[in-house]
C-alpha cells in the first residue's frame, strides 16, 4: 500500500482533506466551505441568495454548536458535515474524518484549541451574513496539519 499523501476529491473538487491511508493529516476549513458552496450552487443552477445561505448556515451551526468545550477542528468538520447533510442524500465527505478520527473533548493536532460551541451560535439570528461570520471564525486557523 502506498504511503503517498492523496488530495480528496468529491466529483473533481479537493474537499480541503488530505489523506494518508486511513488518517487524515491535513484539513483546510476554507477549502471545504468553498466545495460546499461550489456543489450547493451546482445543485440548484445558480448563485444561492444570501438569506438561504443564512438560513442553511444557521441550522448547520444549532446542530453542531455544543454548550460544553469542543475542539475547534471538530466543531468545523461537523459544521461542513451537517451542512452537507442538509443539502444532499449521500455521505459527506467528512464524515469518516469526524466519525472515525476526530475527538470532540481533546485536541486533534498541535494547532487546534478548545472552544465552547456556543461562542459560535451566540447572536445568531442578529446576523445577516452568516457566511462572512463562519469565515471570520474558522478561517484563520485552518489549515489544520497533524
Known amino acids: ?15 480541503g482533506l488530505i489523506q494518508l491511508n486511513a488518517f487524515y493529516p491535513d484539513f483546510d476549513f476554507k477549502q471545504g466551505f468553498k466545495f460546499i458552496e461550489a456543489m450547493i450552487e451546482k445543485k440548484h ?7 438561504m445561505w443564512n438560513n442553511m448556515i444557521t441550522h448547520a451551526i444549532v446542530v453542531s454548536a455544543t454548550k460544553s468545550q469542543c475542539s475547534t477542528c471538530w466543531l468545523a468538520a461537523k459544521f461542513l458535515h451537517e451542512l452537507w447533510k442538509l443539502n ?20 486533534n493536532s498541535h494547532d487546534d484549541l478548545m472552544i465552547y460551541g456556543s461562542y459560535l451560535s451566540g447572536n445568531l439570528f442578529e446576523d445577516t451574513n ?17
Not at 88 to 106: A, E, G, I, R
Not at 130 to 146: E, S, V
Open 45 to 51: 443552477g445558480k448563485e444561492i441568495e444570501a438569506c
Open 88 to 107: 444532499f442524500n449521500t455521505k459527506s465527505p467528512w464524515h469518516d474524518f469526524l466519525v472515525n478520527q476526530l475527538k470532540m473533548k481533546k485536541l
Open 130 to 146: 452568516l457566511k462572512q461570520r463562519i469565515h471570520q471564525f474558522f478561517d484563520t486557523k485552518f489549515p489544520m496539519a497533524w
Open 1 to 15: 500500500m502506498s504511503s503517498a499523501h492523496q488530495v480528496v476529491h468529491y466529483e473533481g473538487l479537493p474537499v
